[in-house]
């Protein structure tokens, strides 16, 4: 079954600091693929996207995710964590039939 | 533009009561999408149009919900009648051409007492 799978339902990390969040998913073929973060109380904006090409994707608010075809993999990082990051991030994926999956989320906080 | 709109953002009604979400895609957008948050199940997707027809249903968890797009600007989800268990916050989504960025509204928080 298709699937996204956020490993990390709750991260801490201090301010300044890197960050990593995971994402795996479970296709027949390479989905497209999304981070999305939603600020409480928000929608859901879209961070990034992965359609094609390099595997390395830019977004906003200085983000970047790696597209790993070997470990069906899609990691969001983010070299300096600030205070206002902190939210809950979404990855997502779909293949065709615009049947958008989502991970469970993983939650972000920021200490000072 | 002004982004997918909405309403509305919080809705507090009772047990039994029909309740009807609208939303107002982004102009140009040619997929619209309708979603349910909670904390047990996480985003869902409910139902999707394309160019105003209903393409795929069959995230709609019961035949109380149902939802119609009569134009490309408009779009409503309606719950009748309305159970507790619907308590969540809705979302729709839409996007221009497959595949699609999905823009996503503010949410409707949708509490049934």
């Known amino acids: 079954a298709q699937s996204v799978t956020q490993p990390d339902i709750h991260i801490t990390v201090s301010e300044g600091a890197s960050l990593e969040l995971r994402c795996n998913y479970s296709y027949g073929a390479t989905p497209y693929l999304f981070w999305y973060v939603q600020s409480p109380g928000q929608g859901l904006q879209l961070l990034l996207k992965y359609f094609s090409g390099d595997t390395l994707v830019q977004g906003i608010k200085g983000f970047e995710a790696e597209f790993k075809r070997s470990q069906s993999s899609f990691n969001l990082r983010k070299p300096s964590v600030h205070w206002s990051d902190a939210a809950e991030y979404f990855c997502a994926a779909y293949l065709n039939n615009n049947d958008m999956r989502f991970g469970a989320g993983t939650r972000l906080t920021v200490k000072p | 533009d002004a982004g997918v709109i909405q309403s509305p953002r919080h809705e507090v009604t009772e047990m039994g009561q029909e309740v009807t979400l609208r939303c107002k895609p982004i102009s140009g957008h040619d997929y619209l999408f309708w979603y349910r948050q909670t904390m047990m199940r996480g985003l869902e997707l409910l139902i999707y149009?394309?160019?105003?027809?209903?393409?795929?249903d069959s995230g709609m968890p019961e035949d109380r919900f149902s939802a119609k797009m009569p134009n490309a600007s408009f779009s409503t989800l309606k719950i009748q009648p309305s159970e507790p268990r619907d308590s969540a916050v809705y979302f729709c989504a839409s996007s221009s051409g497959s595949p699609g960025i999905q823009y996503f509204g503010a949410g409707t928080r949708l509490s049934v007492l």
């Open positions: 149009f394309n160019n105003n027809v209903p393409i795929d």
